[in-house]
């Protein structure tokens, strides 16, 4: 463990040392009996401390096993209602070559997830992209060529960004969307099992999600 505070006093001396990326230490005192303990904001060790005596040429290894303190992790289940909105969102037809042409959808107020349906897309397949991005900015899918229309996939977030990237050769119709889903949180859900995977504990919502 990195960044503790080993200390050893005695009588009128305090001697610290920091651990390492490694959580290893080294305190350099004189002859003497000493009380070694460590240190970390919120951590708890085992044991509190050690006592130990240090002869002219002696050396001590002295453990301690850290715990960290305990995180409370805290949260609403609500009923997710699902909004479908109809509009034309869309790339230039046909798009410019050599550009970037993106379009936000954003989501009605509380939206947690999106999806949008694509009703016609057309690029030069393998050269010609369109990605949907989400809110945070992550890639959640990308697609080239023609295609039917379909569904993105769900993500995360109160908006969509879908992002047309063309290259030099050839220019084709782009994409249209006319719909999108969004889920926005309804009323709390009250006995819902929440379960951290890690240390398997369990939690159950109350009245108020």
């Known amino acids: 463990m990195p ?3 080993v ?6 001396d305090v001697f610290t040392g920091q651990t390492d990326e490694l959580g290893r230490y080294i305190i350099n005192v004189p002859p003497g009996e000493y009380n070694v303990s460590a240190a970390r904001s919120g951590w708890t060790f085992s044991p509190q401390n050690h006592v130990v005596t240090i002869g002219e040429t002696g ?3 002295l453990d301690f096993t850290g715990t960290a303190p305990v995180a409370a992790v805290t949260g609403r289940v609500t009923f997710g209602t699902v909004q ?3 509009g034309v969102w869309q790339s230039p037809h046909p798009y410019e070559n050599n550009a970037t042409h993106t379009v936000t959808i ?3 107020p509380g939206t947690v997830r999106m999806r949008v349906r694509i009703a016609e897309m057309d690029t030069e397949l393998d050269f010609d992209f369109v990605s949907i991005v989400s809110q945070s900015g992550t890639v959640v899918a990308v697609y080239s060529g023609p295609r039917q229309a379909f569904w993105t996939p769900w993500v995360d977030g109160d908006s ?3 992002v047309l990237t063309a290259d030099g050769t050839r220019a084709y119709y782009g ?3 006319d719909r999108f889903e969004a889920i926005v949180p309804g009323a709390p859900l009250q006995g ?5 995977s890690r240390s398997g504990k369990e939690a159950t919502s109350a009245a108020s999600g």
Not at 7 to 12: D, E, F, L, R
Not at 192 to 196: G, L, N, Q
């Open 160 to 162: 969509v960004r879908i």
């Open 106 to 108: 954003q989501g009605p």
């Open 7 to 12: 200390t050893a006093t005695s009588p009128g």
């Open 84 to 86: 479908s909105v109809n």
């Open 192 to 196: 819902a099992t929440v379960r951290e």
């Open 175 to 177: 994409w249209r969307a």
């Open 3 to 5: 960044g503790a505070l």
């Open 59 to 61: 050396q001590a290894n």
